[in-house]
């Protein structure tokens, strides 16, 4: 699968930041919500919030606007709405507790990192 720039800013971008377990769901043809999700586990809020900071800046420099970023005060779940793409950055609870993964079923593996580069 041909990875969109703007998936591969945001996925870059968490990794600069050292997220672990980043993965892409590809949702086209499967829901209006978004084409792409990306997700990404920070080790601590503080850490979840620069992930955050870290994607919103790649996106803008690619032309993108955010359309809506929720939970950036609480850090445990930040979603960040780019319009096609969509990005989850979870604390490791919160992603387990809501494990999108689960959810989407066999829409995940278009893409897995390591857990840092």
Known sequence: MHEPP????VRNAALDKKAEDVATIDLA?????ADI????TGRSKIQTRAIA???VEAAEREGA????LEGYN???WILIDLGSVVA????PEQRA???LERLWGAAVAAHRSEAAR
Do not use: E, K, Q, S
Request: aromatic residues 14%.
């Open 97 to 99: 507790f809501y494990n």
């Open 88 to 91: 989850h950055v979870f604390t």
């Open 74 to 76: 609480d850090g445990g």
């Open 29 to 33: 043809g499967r829901t209006i919500i």
């Open 65 to 68: 606007p955010v359309h809506r």
């Open 53 to 55: 900071d870290a994607i």
């Open 6 to 9: 703007l998936v591969a800013a």
């Open 37 to 40: 999700f990306v997700l990404a």
